[in-house]
């Protein structure tokens, strides 16, 4: 019995062994499955993978050839800008070369006709001076007054030729900057290598194309200084030297001619040096005339009884005039003169000074005479 | 067809609103220039109207002040912020202030500036204002500008934007005198300038005086009187006399006096670089029996020129040492000496200034477009507003301004019997970025006072009395809501506010009432 005791025992405890194994065995098999299973799907992901490889290099490669793509692409645009920046700063400065060397040639031709034209000026003078002292002493003290004025416009002139005063018309000014030559593709590459992305790259290209910017205006700011100045300079010796010589014999011819009506029939022997006298102040001008041609200037042509136009007429005082209305012409006090530009346009070299009509008009006379 | 939209322009623009002429600038590319307007430097503050109520600003409109000096304004800046009107003949339906004419002034510089230049329409200004200018004529200014169309980001005074200019020339740590002499006015103001950080540019304005009435013009005046009497030794004509009879029409005497004048100005412009001029004027009039009469070989030596206006720099001198002892300053405190201004190209004004105060002054910086260009360079630094919409957005200079001013005036109201209770100093210090507070505490002067009239004003001395000649009235407004009390039991508090541009707010406030009353700046 206790043998059969032992020996059932004993299978008990195989049975359960046998279980436990099998049960181990199961698990095993289970993880081995899972694993495996694993493994496949590790597998199949790897040949997934593997299968997609070749996009992952396109695409990577095409990331690459898009990021090369958006570089040329603004290197391209920033040439461009730059070269457009170039263009216009260069077709500024050669406006402003234009400027300064018109400026220049009619220096040049202005100061060549005063030296051609200083001897006869004075020999005008000096004949004024002789034809006056061969004048009888009634007429002498009667003209003795216009013969100063001529002799001071001979002073004047003598002024006007001095080298000092007339080398200002053909000083020129010294211009050598010229705007630096764009930058190269490589120049520009170089520029952005280092760039992090496209952002990066544009904020550094801007910045250049700033600092490009600004040095070229600066050029372009300078020759436009100094076209400014040689125009100036032309302008200021007209106005200072020679006009105010036109000025005296203006005057000077209005007022001896009325003299010498007056004296014609007390004096009628000696009208012919009278009148030989008053022709100075005629070819006086004539020669004056010729400078002004020479360097295109030209007389404002003014009528009387036209509109006063305050661009170019200014107005020293008014006067009253039945036959003209408020605001209009009535005399020309002052001449005014044009100037030929570069661009073969006129530009008011010095206003007029003209003397305006003001009626004082009752209410209804003014009404009248606005419509 | 598009329509073409007009983008503004991202440039701030520099303006020198002058009383004689005003210049433009505009900071570009590293640095001041200034725009021509009309082909000129700078352009006459004149506005005239014509009879078809067509107006005229500028040149055109300074040759109409002999025609028809009665539709012709000319010194505007003088009456900005007064109580003035004009009525021209030819737009008789509209009284025309100071501001409206400032207005025409503005719009015609701003319609006068070169796009290409600033590319796109001038939109976004500084305008420099004068040291001394109060605070009505401040915001007389301001509104001119803006009615212009100008969106103005700063009132700039007229000397600091002369000192910018000279701080970014190079790094300077200084205390400067900014010597202004222009056509019609004079200006003197003293700062201390820090310009030595790369970043970081620091003023402080120490004190401020001024001639209102005194310039070049008055020097040509002399002048030629001069010639003018040595004509009159020679021809017994006194072609500067035009009530006197003299046989001469009043047009031929200004005519001769117009040829003078001209003389007279090329003449003083020689004598700043030779030590003797000749004046030469063949038949500059005609007697009444018509014999010629010339200004014949009158030597002119700068001798001449500094008899004649002497008096009239030393003037100037005596201001400078009145500012300096207000910033209790001596001029050995003074690191230099700024000349600001076309008058003060005049050897003269140098010398005299190097005498009195033993220092050479500074003069490398054009004086005509000098504030120009340091509002420009001023508002180069400025950010535009949020909604600005531009052509293009310039770089902006890596710098920044900081400026410390000062008040320029005694503030404070009327109080009982005329008595004036100054509530802030002149020379009180204004830092830059918060403004001077100062409140005064007053009752009611009478019983059961329901409102008060709260009036404002400025004086250039301390005084007591509101009738004092030195004192101006500056605003008022209504302090209602008041409740009735017997006098002197409610309490009334007014606060005075001044910011860094000089603008003065003031608010009023009753003890019980919550109602209060500012006058602002705009």
């Known amino acids: ?371 | 067809m598009s329509k073409i939209i007009e983008k503004n322009s991202g440039y701030v623009l520099g303006i020198d609103l002058g009383t004689t002429n005003s210049a433009v600038a505009v900071f570009k590319s590293g640095a001041a220039e200034h725009i021509p307007i009309e082909a000129s430097k700078t352009m006459p503050s004149v506005v005239s109207v014509l009879r078809n109520g067509d107006m005229l600003v500028g040149n055109s409109a300074k040759g109409r002040s002999i025609v028809d000096p009665d539709n012709t304004v000319s010194s505007i800046k003088r009456k900005m912020g007064e109580n003035w009107e004009k009525e021209f003949d030819g737009l008789p339906d509209k009284k025309y202030t100071p501001t409206d004419l400032s207005v025409e002034i503005l719009s015609k510089i701003k319609n006068s500036i070169d796009e290409n230049i600033i590319e796109g329409t001038a939109k976004y200004a500084v305008i420099c204002v004068p040291a001394n200018f109060d605070d009505a004529k401040k915001k007389a200014t301001k509104k001119a500008a803006e009615l212009a169309n100008f969106s103005v980001l700063w009132l700039l005074e007229e000397p600091v934007a002369a000192s910018y200019a000279y701080a970014l020339e190079r790094k300077r740590d200084q205390t400067i005198l900014v010597y202004d002499l222009g056509g019609g006015t004079f200006d003197v103001t003293i700062l201390k300038l820090n310009s030595t950080d790369t970043k970081t540019k620091r003023f402080n304005v120490l004190a401020k005086e001024g001639i209102p009435d005194l310039g070049g013009d008055d020097f040509d005046q002399r002048l030629m009187k001069r010639v003018a009497n040595d004509l009159m030794k020679h021809s017994g004509l006194d072609i500067l006399n035009l009530k006197k009879d003299q046989g001469i029409s009043v047009n031929k005497l200004l005519e001769a006096q117009q040829k003078l004048k001209d003389a007279v100005s090329n003449a003083k412009h020689e004598l700043t670089e030779s030590l003797n001029a000749v004046i030469d004027i063949p038949n500059i009039v005609h007697d009444e029996e018509g014999a010629p009469h010339h200004i014949d070989n009158f030597e002119l030596s700068r001798d001449h020129l500094n008899e004649e206006i002497g008096d009239l720099v030393q003037k100037t001198i005596d201001t400078v040492q009145t500012s300096l002892d207000n910033a209790k300053l001596t001029v050995g405190d003074i690191d230099r000496i700024i000349l600001v201004g076309g008058s003060t190209k005049i050897p003269l004004v140098k010398e005299m200034i190097e005498k009195a105060f033993k220092k050479e002054p500074y003069s490398d910086t054009d004086p005509d477009t000098a504030i120009a260009k340091g509002a420009a360079i001023f508002g180069a630094t400025l950010t535009l507003p949020a909604d600005a919409d531009t052509e293009t957005i310039p770089e902006k200079p890596n710098f920044e301004f900081f400026v410390d001013n000062i008040v320029t005036h005694h503030l404070g109201i009327e109080t009982f019997e005329g008595l004036f209770s100054c509530l802030i100093d002149k020379g009180t210090d204004i830092p830059e970025k918060e403004p001077v507070i100062a409140t005064g505490h007053y009752v009611t002067p009478r019983d059961n006072m329901t409102e008060l009239a709260i009036r404002v004003y400025q004086s250039s001395e301390q005084v007591e009395y509101i009738s004092s000649e030195e004192v101006k009235f500056i605003g008022e407004f209504f302090l209602t809501g008041i409740p009735p009390k017997p006098k002197g039991q409610e309490k009334i508090i007014v606060h005075f506010e001044i910011d860094a541009q000089n603008v003065l707010k003031v608010t009023a406030n009753s003890s019980s009432s919550s109602k209060s009353l500012e006058i602002k700046s705009e």
């Open chain 1, 1 to 371: 019995m206790n043998k059969q005791q032992d020996q059932n025992k004993q299978d008990q405890q195989t049975d359960v062994s046998l279980q436990n194994m099998r049960r181990l065995l199961n698990m095993c098999n289970h993880k081995l499955k899972a694993n495996t299973d694993e493994i496949e799907q590790l597998k199949l992901r790897i040949q997934i993978l593997e299968q997609n490889q070749p996009d992952f290099e396109i695409k990577s490669k095409q990331i690459k050839q898009q990021k090369t793509n958006d570089f040329e692409s603004i290197i391209k645009k920033a040439r461009d800008q730059e070269q457009e920046m170039i263009d216009l700063d260069q077709q500024k400065i050669e406006l402003g070369k234009a400027i300064i060397s018109h400026w220049i040639d009619k220096g040049n031709c202005l100061k060549l006709e005063i030296e051609k034209n200083d001897k006869g000026i004075m020999c005008f003078i000096e004949e004024s001076r002789n034809i006056f002292n061969t004048l009888p002493d009634e007429l002498k003290q009667t003209l003795q007054k216009y013969q100063d004025g001529l002799e001071i416009i001979g002073r004047m002139w003598m002024r006007a030729v001095n080298t000092v005063n007339l080398n200002i018309l053909t000083d020129q000014s010294v211009f050598s900057e010229q705007i630096k030559a764009s930058l190269t593709y490589v120049e520009w590459k170089q520029l952005i290598e280092n760039a992090k992305n496209k952002e990066d790259a544009l904020h550094i290209i801007k910045r250049k194309l700033n600092v490009l910017g600004r040095n070229s205006y600066q050029i372009v700011s300078k020759i436009n200084k100094l076209a400014s100045k040689q125009q100036k300079n032309f302008f200021d010796y007209m106005n200072t030297s020679i006009l105010p010589i036109i000025d005296g014999i203006t005057a000077g011819k209005k007022q001896s001619q009325k003299a010498i009506e007056s004296l014609k029939q007390k004096h009628d022997k000696h009208l012919s040096k009278l009148n030989q006298w008053l022709d100075t102040y005629l070819q006086l001008r004539l020669k004056l005339n010729s400078c002004l041609e020479k360097s295109e200037i030209r007389q404002m042509d003014i009528q009387i009884g036209q509109d006063v136009d305050y661009n170019c007429h200014e107005p020293t005082g008014t006067s009253p005039d039945k036959k003209l209305k408020n605001e209009q012409i009535k005399e020309v006090t002052l001449e005014g003169f044009e100037v030929s530009t570069h661009d073969n346009q006129f530009t008011i070299l010095r206003n007029a000074r003209v003397i305006v009509v003001k009626n004082i008009l009752e209410d209804s006379e003014e009404n009248d005479a606005q419509s």
